[in-house]
């Protein structure tokens, strides 16, 4: 089986939680058969709170067969230090939510969770598309 990702902009749509406004097209050929899924993904920029935060994904992408695939990046803000490192572990993941948590590395090896406020985190969700065979 094949799989071919197509990404593309339909337009742009405005949440309290997220914007939602990318469209993906993925094609799946098996043989002569042939399928297309378009599903929408959910992109988020929110402030990290000691003690994990929880991200509660959009209703338009929640889907009760498969817990989405959920993408996080750290990004440093006035509060972060410029020295350590940061990790972000997505856990807890289920068809509605993931907790998110980061972990700062200190020189010597320490390793301790970041302070609330202390960075933000660049969330993208996208829906898991599965395949029937035809």
Known sequence: MKYFILFFCISTFSS???????????DSTQG????????FTSKDLIG????????????????PA???????????????????????????????NATITVYRLSPGGT???AASGEVDLNILVIPDVV???V
């Open 16 to 26: 309290a939680i997220a914007d939602i406004g990318a469209m993906i097209g993925i």
């Open 32 to 39: 002569n058969a042939y399928a297309r899924v378009n599903v």
């Open 48 to 63: 990290y709170a000691n003690g994990g935060t929880v991200y509660i994904f959009p209703a338009i992408i929640v889907s």
């Open 66 to 96: 498969s817990d989405p695939r959920v993408y996080v990046t750290v990004q440093l803000n006035i509060n972060s230090s410029l020295t350590e490192p940061y990790v972000a572990v997505v856990s807890g993941i289920n068809t509605l």
């Open 111 to 113: 390793i301790t969770e």
């Open 131 to 133: 395949f029937y065979p």
